[in-house]
């Protein structure tokens, strides 16, 4: 409530993927209360995205108002209504705001004109906009080298919901599911409040997960080509490169991108990368000691990956699927590479269960090819190099009981260990670290790690 609050007129702009609740956490803040509220409309031209809105003008307290001529006028609108308005701090919320900017509008001109010609020489207008094409907004608003350029006075990127906070959400619907379900829903899901506010009571997370994805009229069935449509005004780029990184778990560097997904090696694949991740549907990393130009892209949308494993280019599929196949091949994999990715969501409870949250760290993957001195190659998923002397190798175990470390993982787990440490020419103590959702089972390879990491740590805020 800082810039609701200050004695200046305030830009704030709110950006997020799809679903992730910006529009519910801006209308709860203010009560739903707005001097002026309006939503642009998905995929129409300029005439009709002006003529919604004159509604939202009349709706708003204006009585008598024509179609704006253009966005320029509209905006001369709208100042002339808030000059109406009594004293005090005049809210206004624009939502889905990249819809409005439709080819050739002079959109952006016309937003540039109303904030520094009006707004900004007010000391009584906080405008808020929102939308979920946060690419737009970046490539729009922030990197605008005209008249928006460091216009914005607050930005806040809403993530999504980490374990603790779905938990808490679906306590505060009344709905029972162990901490083990909420793992694997997230698994699924990812953190998006919308998907979890689809949840059925007296379902078991596989049920509901049937239901949801696998069922004829499964609400999140359809949704892969609605969340990337509403993102991208030319969604089909984007989808190459999605669809090239969906089948590839460690991702791809530029060249085998263009090379496997026979994408064009040019200045849009730039854009379409720095969007996605920008959107957080790709990350994008580096093992240490490989250059920035071979850089990987990964996919790491909890959505996006299990639509591609188990729905993309499938038909029929049966409607009880994910409870019938429990502790098969595929889903045993999904299942593995799934929890990975939750682990390094939840990075920041990884260090407080390892109490160096006030320690600063770099946390990188690496990776060593075959050697003839040194013998087979090795990976690690999760290095945390610490500022106190120390690494973690962290290695992440998906299991449904406790796990039993072998005599396989012993000797997998001193081979890195022993890798790591030739290659890196490090001299920090080396502390494996083991995350597993129950623990380790007591056993004689039980003190192979120094650490453990189990799903209570994972849940903590």
């Known amino acids: 409530m800082r810039a609701y609050n200050s004695e200046y007129s305030e830009f704030v702009a709110v950006t997020g993927r799809r679903r992730v609740g910006k529009t519910f956490l801006i209308r709860e803040t203010f009560g739903y209360k707005f001097a002026f509220q309006h939503s642009g409309l998905a995929n129409q031209k300029t005439k009709e995205q ?159 997960i049937d239901n949801l994805f696998f069922s004829p009229r499964g609400r999140l069935n359809y949704e892969y080509k609605e969340l990337y449509d509403s993102l991208f005004k030319n969604p089909e780029p984007y989808l190459n490169v999605v669809s090239a990184l969906g089948i590839k778990r460690m991702g791809l560097t530029r060249e085998e991108l263009i090379k496997e997904g026979n994408i064009g090696n040019n200045g849009q694949l730039t854009r379409v990368l720095q969007d996605l991740e920008a959107c957080g549907f790709i990350r994008k990393y580096r093992y240490k000691g490989i250059k920035r130009s071979n850089a990987i892209f990964q996919l790491i949308d909890n959505y996006t990956l299990f639509y591609y494993q188990f729905l993309h280019d499938t038909a029929g599929t049966d409607e009880a699927f994910w409870s019938i196949n429990t502790n098969t091949p595929v889903r045993n994999t999904w299942e593995g590479l799934a929890f990975e990715r939750v682990c390094f969501e939840h990075f920041r409870q990884i260090k407080q269960a390892l109490g160096i949250s006030g320690v600063s760290t770099q946390v990188f993957s690496w990776h060593v090819l075959k050697d003839s001195v040194y013998g087979a190659g090795a990976q690690v998923d999760m290095v945390i190099d610490r500022s106190d002397q120390v690494i973690n190798l962290c290695e992440m175990k998906f299991s449904t009981k406790e796990y039993a470390i072998d005599n396989e993982d012993d000797i997998d787990f001193r081979h890195k260990t022993g890798r790591f440490i030739e290659s890196q020419k490090t001299h920090k103590s080396i502390h494996l670290t083991l995350i597993t959702p129950f623990g380790v089972k007591q056993n004689l390879y039980q003190f192979s790690v120094q650490n453990v990491i189990t799903i209570e740590e994972l849940f903590k805020e």
């Not at 520094?116 to 970046?138: E, F, P, Q, V």
């Not at 350029?149 to 607050?154: D, G, K, P, Q």
């Not at 689809?198 to 509901?208: F, I, V």
């Open 50 to 208: 002006l003529k919604e809105f004159r509604l939202s003008l009349i709706k708003s307290g204006m009585k008598k108002c024509r179609i704006p001529t253009d966005w320029f006028d509209a905006f001369f609108l709208l100042s002339e209504f808030l000059d109406r308005k009594r004293k005090g701090k005049k809210v206004i919320f624009i939502d889905e705001l990249p819809w409005m900017d439709a080819p050739r509008s002079n959109f952006v001109s016309a937003l540039e004109h109303f904030w520094n010609g009006y707004a900004s020489a007010r000391k009584d207008i906080l405008l808020i906009i929102c939308g979920s094409a946060t690419s737009w907004i970046i490539n729009n608003v922030f990197r605008n080298h005209g008249g928006l350029h460091n216009r914005v006075t607050y930005h806040i990127h809403l993530q999504p919901f980490t374990l603790n906070e779905c938990e808490k959400y679906v306590k505060s619907r009344h709905l029972k599911m162990s901490r083990f379900e909420l793992l694997e829903t997230y698994m699924v899901m990812g953190g998006i409040p919308y998907y979890w506010s689809l949840l059925e009571q007296g379902k078991s997370a596989a049920q509901n």
